[in-house]
Antibody, heavy 119, light 107 residues
Framework: EVQLVQSGAEVKKPGESLKISCKGS????????IGWVRQMPGRGLEWMGI????????RYSPSFQGQVTISADKSIGTAYLQWSSLKASDTAMYYC????????????WGQGTLVTVSS | DIQMTQSPSSLSASVGDRVIITCRAS??????LAWFQQKPGKAPRSLIY???SLQSGVPSKFSGSGSGTDFTLTISNLQPEDFATYYC?????????FGQGTKVEIK
């Protein structure tokens, strides 16, 4: 069974750094794209970027380019999303999702990591 | 970037009703269109891929149609567990893009 398990909720202050994780199991992690999605409170879903774990090739959606860094360690089946300097506007739920080789879309989702940035 | 426009943004319906949600892409995406259901506090759940193919385990009350730029999601015999927010999403080209969502509420 494919599972994506994300790290726990975080409470941070503006200007702090943060790295959250998404660990895949039950499939060949390196073989399928992982994406990150933001959902701000009461708002819709936004794709932030994707990574190919096999070679760490990364693509960012224009709105998120330069704002976050996506990385992966295929040896431990884990993808990461990190910020170097958080803002209050980064307060949101963040989901990772994995591409399905069967459907070609992001069918498998983590449970989400809530990030709260407040002074 | 391809833009996705859903309508309506919200609707009220009764148990047993049939509801139709539409999604329009700003340019042709063939059938690279998926539908997701999201309940409060939960991750999105994939319902339909390739515009009309039902995900494994999803009841047949959900159906999708369309190709090119215009798509629909139909939910038949609405039940209490179907009240949620529904999103379309194109995956024809990067970046993938969601519609703004349609909240289905109980009348």
């Amino acid at each position: 069974e494919v599972q994506l398990v994300q790290s726990g909720a975080e409470v941070k202050k503006p200007g702090e750094s943060l790295k959250i994780s998404c660990k895949g199991s039950g499939y060949s992690f390196a073989s399928y794209v992982i994406g990150w999605v933001r959902q701000m409170p009461g708002r819709g879903l936004e794709w932030m970027g994707i990574i190919y774990p096999s070679d760490s090739d990364t693509r960012y959606s224009p709105s998120f380019q330069g704002q976050v860094t996506i990385s992966a360690d295929k040896s431990i089946g884990t993808a990461y999303l990190q910020w170097s300097s958080l803002k209050a506007s980064d307060t949101a739920m963040y989901y990772c999702a994995s591409l399905s080789g069967t459907t070609g879309n992001f069918d498998y989702w983590g449970q989400g990591t809530l990030v709260t940035v407040s002074s | 970037d391809i833009q996705m426009t859903q309508s309506p943004s919200s609707l009220s319906a009764s148990v047993g009703d049939r509801v139709i949600i539409t999604c329009r892409a700003s340019q042709g995406i063939s059938t690279y269109l998926a539908w997701f259901q999201q309940k409060p506090g939960k991750a999105p759940r994939s319902l339909i891929y390739a515009a009309s193919s039902l995900q494994s385990g999803v009841p047949s009350k959900f159906s999708g149609s369309g190709s090119g730029t215009d798509f629909t999601l139909t939910i038949s015999n609405l039940q209490p567990e179907d009240f949620a927010t529904y999103y379309c999403q194109q995956y024809n080209s990067y970046p993938p893009k969601f519609g703004q969502g349609t909240k289905v509420e109980i009348k």
